[in-house]
């Protein structure tokens, strides 16, 4: 930990090269058809030092859960890959304190180190955080490699209460 706090953000300093002509291009996937590399619970509690952010996770992921745009029957979630870097994926969480605020959480990745993740950046107020990581990458992290992006319909909970909430609309829109 000590060793982190005098460290910069590498991930900030790579971003922030490719902002005005040399923006980075990004492009919406389903995560579900996504290659991320598999992390244990223990590993990203390694990583984020702290059981807060991991508590978070799941709400930021139900959030995020949509209705596919190819099968109406099916969820997804959506991450954005970078066009140019295939070491990157990011995903857009709401602000907990603001409706009207969303905050960025990227991670950069090598599928073939032992200890995969080798940095993330979010645009949260914990920032360019080196020694732990907000609960936006946490749950990003904890979506893509502990859950394998997985949504389960069949009588989970989550999915049943954002059926339950979609119906509601849907009912509220005819009236």
């Known amino acids: 930990m000590r060793e982190r706090l005098t460290t910069e953000n590498r991930l900030q300093e790579r971003l922030a090269k490719h902002t005005g002509t040399t923006s980075l291009h990004w492009s919406k996937h389903n995560a579900a058809n996504c290659q991320f590399p598999p992390l244990t619970e223990e590993n990203i509690h390694d990583l984020t030092f702290g059981s807060y952010e991991i508590r978070m996770t799941k709400s930021y992921i139900i959030e995020r859960i949509r209705q596919?745009?190819?099968?109406?029957?099916?969820?997804?979630?959506?991450?954005?890959?970078?066009?140019?870097?295939?070491?990157l994926v990011r995903a857009q969480f709401q602000s907990?304190?603001?409706?009207?605020?969303?905050?960025?959480?990227?991670?950069?990745?090598?599928?073939?180190?032992?200890?995969?993740?080798?940095?993330?950046?979010?645009?949260?107020?914990?920032?360019?955080?080196?020694?732990?990581?907000?609960?936006h990458v946490t749950a990003l992290l904890w979506h893509l490699s502990v859950n394998k992006a997985v949504i389960s319909t069949d009588n989970h909970?989550?999915?049943?209460?954002?059926?339950?909430?979609h119906q509601r609309q849907h009912t509220l829109q005819r009236k």
């Open 157 to 165: 909970p989550l999915c049943i209460a954002i059926d339950q909430s």
């Open 96 to 135: 907990r304190h603001s409706n009207n605020k969303n905050h960025i959480a990227t991670v950069q990745f090598d599928n073939h180190k032992q200890q995969p993740i080798d940095a993330w950046y979010c645009t949260c107020s914990a920032r360019a955080r080196e020694v732990g990581m907000c609960s």
């Open 68 to 87: 596919s745009q190819t099968n109406e029957k099916e969820k997804e979630f959506l991450v954005k890959l970078c066009d140019e870097h295939d070491d």
